[in-house]
């Protein structure tokens, strides 16, 4: 097996995560039904304000009624050998709850704009209070890197 | 943008995927915790036999808990513009309730010997009842290429 990558300080991994969720369009989401307990995961855009995340999708879809009906969601930037992992309750939003401006720059980041879409689509807002950051066994130690609201010192 | 990649036929998609599954080991594994109904989602070496998936995590993780405790999982290999998504019901395993050789084969594939950990391991087996992919909205149209146990024809 390969050497294990050097082990992350605490501040280069905060340093490279918020790298990463400004650079970032994808990642993905897992959300669960209520009633059935079914988890369900998908990937999806989104656009970090540098406090929350922004995705979209359509209402009727298995994430847009879970999220609604169950707000809370595991979010995860891609790749599994560095892993950036956020947990997170979640506000849905039409496009008219939306701060000014939102939807522009959400549309201009990910080059999707659900406001031209034939389907009716809702915004939802992740508001993270646990973010972890590994990537591999040597960094699982120290994965926490904010928590309820704030980067760790 | 770039222009979208060409669209696959179903019959590249099945063998595509079925080279991912053969050449990959990491993969995204999404439960759900069966009262709160809390999802959760963690990145997992794996091994598939040609027909099931097999993963193993601590038997007190909170993975661990929820397949055993709701024995349905959403797995997907890592790349959200190459997803692959398979759904599955599980079995929580025993180190003993593997089939002949089969902890042999998961720890060769893997590089991770769960018999050798210092916390109790489950075995889970994955046995898929749906598989989809696409890689960009140009293939979301005919993204199920497995069913009820079949791969379409």
């Not at 605490?10 to 307990?37: F, H, M, Y």
């Not at 929350?52 to 979010?75: H, Q, W, Y």
Request: charged share 30%; with cysteine; proline share 5%.
């Amino acid at each position: 097996m390969d050497a294990l990558p050097e082990t992350r300080s605490r501040t280069q991994r905060i340093a490279d995560t918020k790298r990463r969720l400004t650079e970032d369009i994808d990642a993905w989401i897992a959300s669960a039904q209520p009633v059935t307990g079914e988890a369900y995961l998908v990937p999806l855009c989104f656009w970090w304000d540098g406090e929350t995340i922004l995705i979209s999708t359509m209402v009727d879809s298995i994430t847009g009624r879970n999220l609604r009906d169950n707000p809370k969601a595991e979010f995860s930037l891609d790749g599994t050998r560095d892993v950036i992992l956020i947990r997170s309750t979640v506000e849905t939003l039409t496009v008219d709850q939306l701060r000014p401006g939102e939807a522009d720059k959400f549309a201009e980041y990910t080059h999707f704009d659900p406001r031209n879409e034939p389907t009716d689509h809702h915004y939802f807002r992740l508001n993270p209070y646990r973010i972890q950051a590994w990537r591999e066994v040597n960094e699982l130690k120290g994965r926490t890197i904010f928590r309820d609201g704030s980067w760790l010192d």
